[in-house]
Every structure is written in C-alpha cells, then in structure tokens.
C-alpha cells in the first residue's frame, strides 16, 4: 500500500492542530458560560450578592470566550470545507524562521 503524499499528510495534520485548537476555546467557553451561570444562580437564590464587577467580569469573559469560540470555529470550517488556511499558520510560519 502507497504512502499518502506529504500535502496530504501535511494538511491532516493542519486540521488536527485547529482541531485541538477548536476544542480548547470550547472548553473555554464552557467554563466561562458555568462560572456566570453560578453567579447568576447565587444571585437568584438569594445568597449574599457577587462582589461590585464579579458578575460584569463573568459576563464580558463568558462574551469573550464565545466569540473566540466562533472564530475558531469559523477557521476550521473553512480549513476542511473549503481547504482554506488560516492566516494564523502563514504569521506563526513567519515568527519561526524568524526565531530561526
């Protein structure tokens, strides 16, 4: 049996690491999206009220790490539907031959 050519190789191994990519931001997420919902469970239970900011932050890091979770979504889409590569790959290509 022949060898898969190296683009071939090349390009699983390309959707595996924004694969993993894409499972970190929706663990991210994940934890971002508990972390407020805990926060707004305490509040309606009526325990003692989040510190000034505590709910704010969990919002905007719950809001953050979804949009994250989008983008890498939408990259890895686009890497195995379309075969498009992500710009991120060309500019950390760039940094290590920079790096040497």
């Not at 191994?13 to 926060?39: M, N, P, T, V």
């Not at 890498?72 to 379309?82: C, K, W």
Request: charged share 30%.
């Amino acid at each position: 049996m022949l060898d898969p050519p190296p683009c071939i190789i090349a390009r699983h191994q390309l959707e595996d690491a924004w694969r993993c990519k894409l499972e970190k931001s929706f663990e991210r997420y994940q934890a971002a999206a508990a972390q407020l919902k805990g926060l707004l469970r305490a509040q309606r239970s009526g325990q003692a009220p989040a510190p000034d900011g505590l709910l704010v932050h969990a919002r905007r890091r719950e809001s953050e790490a979804l949009e994250e979770y989008r983008r890498m979504l939408q990259i890895f889409a686009d890497l195995t539907m379309d075969g498009r590569i992500p710009p991120e790959h060309f500019e950390s290509l760039a940094r290590e031959d920079r790096n040497g």
